[in-house]
């Protein structure tokens, strides 16, 4: 059992299709919350979200951002200075997500270094893969 929130924090609707679609694969996913950036945000209004969905500012919590630098990873970087047990991860993908909400290893610096790989190892060329094997 994970002994960790996950907030997935995006531009739009991206938080939610993540997921919606991690949902698909895995069944329901306690304590994973999403907050995604409307046009009408401010940074400071998403940060209010974001606070929310945090919940307990001493729990444990991942938050996995879509894009490094955009709007939502900088309010969570300054949100995350408030937290002194929230790990942030920029650069989301479902393989990360996956990865954790299923993960029950403890929110540590090797535990978050593997969902890093996992996210890496999810991207491949996979046009030269098909290249390498064709005739």
């Known amino acids: 059992m994970r002994d960790f929130r996950i907030v997935v924090a995006a531009h739009g609707d991206l938080a939610g299709a993540f997921v919606a679609t991690a949902e698909l694969i895995c069944g329901r996913l306690d304590d994973v919350h999403t907050v995604g950036l409307e046009p009408t945000d401010t940074p400071e209004s998403f940060g209010e979200r974001l606070t929310r969905a945090v919940g307990d500012p001493d729990g444990k919590v991942l938050i996995l951002t879509d894009l490094a630098g955009g709007t939502p990873h900088n309010v969570a970087l300054v949100v995350t200075r408030r937290l002194p047990k929230a790990v942030l991860i920029s ?32 991207l491949v060329n996979a046009s030269q893969l098909l290249a390498t094997r064709r005739p």
């Open 91 to 122: 650069g989301v993908n479902l393989a990360v997500l996956l990865e954790a909400a299923t993960s029950t290893d403890a929110l540590d610096g090797e535990s978050v270094e593997r969902l890093v790989a996992s996210g890496r190892e999810a």
